[in-house]
């Protein structure tokens, strides 16, 4: 029988299949299942999850902002980086000390957080529920269509079910690494907004005098919200530390 065209590529390679399996429970075990509502319980915990995450980022907002409140760093660190920050073409050596400056402002950022009780069980039993208590989130219970007795009753329901969040835990100890990582508060406070902090300083020393009569108005129309400081406070380097 002569060859066909198509002979040679026949049975060349191995071919990949996925078997798919699914396991069904009968008899005993599906009565047991019924009667016991699991799955429906399970779904249950599934959506209460979701909106617990919710919860628990307001709790790391509020966390956040209370403890960059009362953060200090150093402003030797804060001069040296600007000199070698406005350094236009840095020599090897310079950039190298540049990254260094950075990485130990990165590590004052991250001792001001205490995360000791952010992780662990106390958060879901003691923690959560006291912020809920204590904290105004009327926008927050608006936005979610949440309640405070609701979110209360939302925590109480994984009290006991705290390694649900393991991996959710995991993914938001990020943000406090002091780490070169652009998922880090640290990062975003030393690479990517001091930068910006240092060029305003110097744009508005530049136009200073010629805006100082707008400068008198502004002064005027925010003295409410400025607590005793000037708008010059907001273009120095020592005022960096307060606005963190």
Do not use: W
């Not at 200073?208 to 005027?220: C, F, N």
Request: overall charge positive; charged content about 35%.
């Amino acid at each position: 029988m002569s060859e066909k065209i198509f002979d040679n590529f026949i049975g060349r390679y191995s071919l990949a299949k996925t078997l798919r399996f699914e396991l069904k429970p009968v008899g005993e075990t599906l009565e047991n299942i019924e009667k016991s509502d699991i799955l429906a319980k399970d779904k249950h915990r599934a959506e209460s999850y979701k909106k617990v995450k919710k919860i628990i980022d307001e709790y790391h907002k509020d966390f956040i902002e209370k403890s960059l409140s009362k953060c200090l760093i150093s402003k030797d660190d804060l001069m040296e980086y600007k000199q070698l920050f406005c350094i236009k073409n840095k020599a090897e050596d310079q950039k190298k000390t540049l990254e260094k400056i950075q990485t130990n402002l990165r590590k004052q950022i991250v001792k001001c957080f205490d995360t000791k009780r952010l992780f662990g069980q106390e958060l879901l039993s003691e923690d959560l529920p006291r912020f809920i208590a204590e904290t105004d989130l009327a926008e927050f219970y608006a936005k979610e269509n949440l309640s405070q007795s609701k979110a209360m009753e939302l925590i109480g329901e994984f009290k006991k079910f705290t390694t649900y969040f393991r991996g959710f835990n995991e993914n938001r100890k990020n943000m406090y690494s002091a780490e070169d990582k652009s998922t880090a508060i640290s990062y975003r406070l030393i690479n990517d907004n001091l930068p910006k902090y240092i060029v305003n300083i110097a744009v508005f020393e530049k136009n200073k005098t010629a805006l100082a009569d707008k400068i008198k108005i502004l002064q005027s129309d925010l003295r409410a919200k400025l607590n005793g400081a000037n708008i010059a406070d907001f273009f120095t380097l020592e005022y960096y530390g307060k606005i963190l």
